[in-house]
């Protein structure tokens, strides 16, 4: 095993539980945002650019409390959704997928503060936020971290801001 095969590993599980946690059932956009948004923070320098100090400091972020958090759902390992996310986290690690899921849309449905793109920072589903740091920093601030994009899932929607 390589530390690229533990990275891309973690990355493709804590976004996989993530995101079916946040929205039930198969999503690979809801699990492919996470990734990026994950991607995002190393690239912007987050925790020293260290992707398992990223993925690991994940939960500082998220919208729930870290009790709510999934740590040990495992995917249908034959499951050709899974098997596509992983590789595509492989992508993400090489830096060879480009986030087409995070990104700013060039939209009115959108508030973007800046000319230049913003890339997802964060993500929740709007209804369910029970951490009260992501109330009074994200969701209280949308000139700082404004909406960038959002992807349906079967139950809810999962919305990326900057």
């Known amino acids: 095993m390589t530390i690229k095969d533990l ?3 973690e990355l493709a599980l804590f976004s996989y539980r993530e995101g079916s946690r946040l929205i039930p059932g198969i999503c690979p956009s809801a699990w492919l945002g996470i990734a990026q948004v994950l991607n995002n923070r190393f690239r ?4 020293e650019s260290d992707w398992l100090k990223v993925i690991a400091s994940a939960a500082k972020h998220s919208p729930d409390l ?5 740590y ?6 034959w499951s050709r959704d ?3 996310h992983y590789d595509k986290c492989e992508q993400i690690y090489d830096n060879r997928l480009v986030d087409d899921v995070t990104v ?3 939209s009115e449905k959108y508030i973007v503060t800046q000319q230049d793109t913003r ?3 964060y993500y929740a589903v709007l209804q369910n936020i029970t951490n009260p740091w992501f109330h009074e920093k994200i969701i209280g601030h949308p000139e700082d971290h404004p909406r960038t994009a959002e992807v349906s899932g079967g139950n809810g929607n999962l ?3 900057g």
Request: hydrophobic share 45%; aromatic share 20%.
């Open 44 to 47: 912007a320098g987050w925790w």
């Open 119 to 121: 890339y997802g920072m």
């Open 82 to 84: 899974f098997r596509n």
């Open 66 to 70: 870290p009790e709510k958090m999934d």
């Open 104 to 106: 700013s849309a060039n």
């Open 7 to 9: 990275i891309v590993t």
């Open 72 to 77: 040990v759902s495992l995917p249908d390992h």
């Open 159 to 161: 919305v990326f801001f």
